[in-house]
């Protein structure tokens, strides 16, 4: 690999993980070697500069009054109560911030929940041992066990083992509330879809009812497992792509049904 | 009193009303056929959002153009197209709305340049896209998505519909609630397959430092690979069961990196060949299986 | 309820996406003034044409496009070069990969980049490169969506990307090297003075 192609690849493939190739010319060139380098501070500063930054209060004035005068806003401008957030959102802006909404408040519950997770990963290394093909270790099923090499005689192989390892002694209580926010956001919105939509017997309606279905049998599974084992990350990482999954589909439903009635 | 219509020739009279009326609500059914050509240049961009139902086919040609040709019934689908530069933008919506079983459709069939750029949209129809070569995003409510000898940057989200994804290239990412999704004789770099209910069926070859990642939450995860391929293993699944049948040619990890199995699911590490690439299967409750191919 | 003309929905779409729209013109524009004439401009333009909005793409996709299409026009008004995102120019092969200027010191960024001069240096980006690393590596777009909102497709917001980032490298280096030829000029000045 040359450096034009070190340069191709960062174009297509971005600052992510990088090929063997590009790693094993990257270990002998120091110019890309800086201009990766300095390609991640220039991210990582960027990354500082705020997405967002409040704009002064003049520019709704001017703006609303612009727009009064050309008759776009048909009644005065309302103070706005303030209302509990699902108010706003169902009173004012109901599909397009359902997705957005929903999804921004599972990235929080998630990010939250992420950081305050204990580790489900023992403190020890996983002990490893040689396993007989006809013993298989305490947690691997029959049907995986038998394995038919014949580990050297010289070292230890890495065959893996299930022994099941000792909860780590300062295991956090977690926090259900994360999950059940988000379990409960859904639901709530799930509530709030129109009975036309749901009644909708339309091909596309049918479907999206079969999945919504789907969804919430298997959001279901996952709770119900998680409940009894709070530290399988596998199982939470599926629970959590349902809540998303759903998150789109109820969007996706309330889009159909506004365009369609 | 005399009739003053002859029973006989009110039959007739009544035959050809009923016959016209019939003829001409078949002939004001009978859906509208439209071909629109548009000159690009390079690497176009084609953006249909088929809101109604209806069949979306895409192929390629030599020829510095999309044409665009739509069959749908102009009493019912609102078609608008667009272009803007090298950007062709096509919306078919329904006119009124859909209160009846019987949904609007809007079938199109594109003729594109091969780099072009596509992003589709539609509820239940098919999509099929062959010999494309530039990047795509196609998505779809309950259609299935055919792609044949497609390569680019490849996104696919279905709700329910299905993906077959036929010596495609590139990097694939699906995603899914209820669809399946098999990729037959692939040369992909970057797979990523995802589906609550779906099954997953791999047949292909695993490209030397390509990443594949396949996760199903209840349906089967299958993976089919060659004698000649090189690829570390991963397969976790926390309800289901793993069944390897491939166990000849799984070799115990040859990189010294340590796998940390969760103690909540059952988990298969192992090497063929080299371990140049590096495979994930994941499924909540369903099986995943491991073959190699004859 | 926006598209009925109701004012307190309007309102309530300027709070949910004034913050990102405004931080956008500011990143493009570079002064606070413009970049509130420009937000007002984008926000009119979406008012006008909710009506319209089909559902097509996300609201928030829509907005940024309308964004983008503002700044842009009003850029190209100003004369200023614009790269066109249609184009695709083959990789140069003697230009491609890290220039190194013969008997340059090795002009690392890394510590030598800062918000202010990174600042400074979007600024001096080609309107195309600047949109397309705002929304990138500032805003956190992914590419699919800034094709979206640019009206490119995903491979040009990539080499767009990739563009900018070389050419802020080649902005920074500037700005280290004429950092150290003031500092080496101070202290001249002073050893001179001291004499």
């Known amino acids: 690999m040359q450096c034009k192609d070190l340069a191709h690849v960062l174009e297509s493939e971005g600052l992510g993980t990088l090929s063997a190739e590009a790693r094993e010319h990257l270990a002998s060139c120091l110019d890309c070697q800086g201009l990766l380098a300095d390609f991640h501070s220039i991210v990582a500063v960027a990354r500082t500069i705020p997405a967002e930054v409040e704009p002064p209060a003049r520019v709704w004035i001017s703006l609303r009054a612009r727009l009064e005068a050309e008759g776009l806003i048909k009644e005065p401008v309302e103070v706005m109560e303030s209302a509990s957030w699902w108010e706003s959102v169902r009173a004012v802006f109901r599909p397009r911030s359902l ?158 049904g506004r365009s369609e009635h | 009193m005399q009739a003053l219509i002859n029973p006989r020739h009110s039959l007739t009279a009544w035959g050809a009303g009923i016959f016209l009326f019939a003829a001409s609500t078949a002939i004001a059914a009978s859906p509208d056929h439209q071909e629109r050509h548009f000159a690009v240049k390079n690497h176009p961009v084609v953006m249909l959002q088929n809101i109604v139902n209806g069949r979306i086919e895409v192929r390629s040609s030599k020829n510095a153009e999309v044409v665009i040709s739509s069959t749908a019934d102009a009493r019912k689908v609102a078609l608008d197209i667009e272009q803007v530069g090298d950007r062709v933008d096509i919306n078919a919506s329904a006119l009124q709305p859909s209160a009846q079983a019987e949904d609007p459709e809007a079938d199109f069939q594109l003729t594109v340049p091969e780099q072009t750029e596509l992003q589709l949209k539609t509820q239940t129809g098919l999509i099929y896209v062959e010999q494309v070569t530039g990047d795509m995003k196609l998505e779809s409510v309950a259609g299935d998505i055919h792609l044949k000898e497609v390569s680019g940057y490849i996104i696919v989200k279905t709700t329910g519909g299905s993906l077959v994804c036929t010596l495609c290239s590139g990097k694939l990412e699906f995603t899914s609630i209820s669809g399946n999704a098999q990729v037959l004789q692939p040369a992909l770099a970057n797979v990523s397959l ?101 | 309820m926006a598209q009925a003309g109701n004012a307190a929905a309007f309102e309530y779409l300027y709070q949910l996406h004034s913050r990102r729209v405004y931080a956008l013109c500011l990143r493009m524009v570079g002064n606070p003034a413009d970049a509130e004439d420009l937000m007002q401009e984008a926000f009119l333009q979406l008012y006008r044409k909710i009506g319209t909005f089909r559902g097509e793409s996300a609201f928030s996709t829509w907005l940024h496009r309308m964004t983008v299409n503002v700044v842009l026009m009003r850029l190209r008004k100003k004369s200023l070069p614009t790269d066109s995102l249609e184009e695709t120019l083959e990789p140069d092969a003697e230009n491609s990969g890290p220039k190194r200027d013969v008997g340059a010191p090795d002009l690392r960024l890394s510590g030598a980049v800062d918000r202010v001069n990174l600042e400074r240096s979007i600024e001096k980006l080609p309107p195309g490169y600047r949109t397309v690393f705002v929304l990138h590596d500032v805003q956190g777009y992914e590419h699919n969506e800034i094709a979206g909102i640019m009206g490119c497709s995903v491979g040009n917001s990539k080499s767009q990307l990739h563009k900018a980032r070389t050419r802020l490298r080649e902005l920074l280096q500037e700005e280290v090297r004429e950092q150290a030829r003031e500092e080496r000029k101070a202290a001249k000045t002073q050893t001179g003075s001291l004499d």
């Open chain 1, 99 to 256: 997705a957005g909404a929903t999804a921004g408040l599972l990235l929080v519950a998630t990010t939250v929940y992420m950081t305050r997770r204990p580790s489900s990963v023992p403190q020890a290394p996983q002990p490893v041992a040689v396993q007989a093909p006809s013993a298989p270790g305490p947690q691997t099923p029959a049907n995986f066990g038998a394995s038919p090499w014949a580990p050297p005689a010289t070292a230890a192989v890495a065959t893996r083992t299930h022994t099941p390892a000792a909860l780590p002694s300062k295991v956090k209580e977690l926090a259900p509330s994360p999950s059940e926010m988000a379990s409960s956001t859904l639901s709530q919105a799930e509530m709030d879809l129109p009975d036309m939509q749901l009644a909708g017997n339309s091909r596309v309606d049918a479907s999206l009812r079969e999945n919504l279905k789907t969804l919430n049998e298997f959001i279901a599974e996952c709770e119900q497992h998680l409940k009894q084992n709070p530290q399988d990350q596998l199982a939470r990482e599926y629970l959590y792509t349902a809540y998303q999954q759903k998150a789109d589909l109820l969007a996706a439903m309330m889009e159909s």
């Open chain 2, 194 to 294: 995802m589906t609550t209910s779906g099954n997953i069926l791999y047949d292909g070859d695993f490209i030397r430092t390509g990443i594949y990642s396949m996760k199903s939450g209840r349906g089967l995860v299958e993976v089919r690979f060659s004698g000649n391929d090189s690829f570390d293993l991963n397969a976790q699944t926390n309800l289901g069961t793993v069944d390897n049948q491939a166990a000849d040619f799984l070799k115990p990890d040859t990189h010294s990196t340590r796998h940390i199995a969760s103690r909540y699911a059952h988990s298969l590490f192992g090497t063929v060949g080299q371990g140049l690439a590096k495979v994930e299967l994941s499924s909540y409750s369903g099986t995943i299986r491991i073959l190699k191919r004859n």
